[in-house]
């Protein structure tokens, strides 16, 4: 069994951090994404049930994110684009 130190431990914090930032935002952007299968990839996987490690609830929790918050903020997102693609504009993504 591997033995941390404190910086070392510090590190493996971090770095688990960032990589569920990294998955969340990546969540957000294909929830948010014009492809439809980029779309219902991410919107499954924050939908789906699962509360093991790297769900969707796993993840907000480590962040301190509200899993509702965090799916709301991608359907208003998706309202926004559709109601500009309606108007003939289009938001950058």
């Known amino acids: 069994m591997q033995n941390f130190?404190?910086?070392q431990r510090e590190l493996s914090?971090?770095?688990?951090?960032?990589?569920?930032?990294?998955?969340?935002?990546?969540?957000?952007?294909?929830a948010t994404s014009r492809s439809a299968g980029r779309?219902?990839?991410?919107?499954?996987?924050m939908y789906?049930?699962?509360?093991?490690c790297f769900s969707f609830p796993?993840?907000?929790q480590i962040l301190d994110r509200s899993p509702e918050d965090v799916r709301r903020f991608c359907?208003?997102?998706?309202?926004q684009q559709r109601r500009a693609e309606l108007?003939?504009?289009?938001?950058?993504?």
């Open 75 to 79: 359907e208003r997102e998706q309202g």
């Open 5 to 7: 130190n404190g910086s």
């Open 48 to 52: 789906r049930s699962d509360d093991g």
């Open 58 to 60: 796993f993840i907000c």
């Open 39 to 45: 779309r219902a990839s991410a919107i499954q996987w």
């Open 87 to 93: 108007l003939g504009c289009e938001l950058v993504n």
């Open 13 to 30: 914090t971090r770095a688990f951090y960032r990589l569920a930032a990294a998955m969340l935002l990546q969540a957000i952007h294909d």
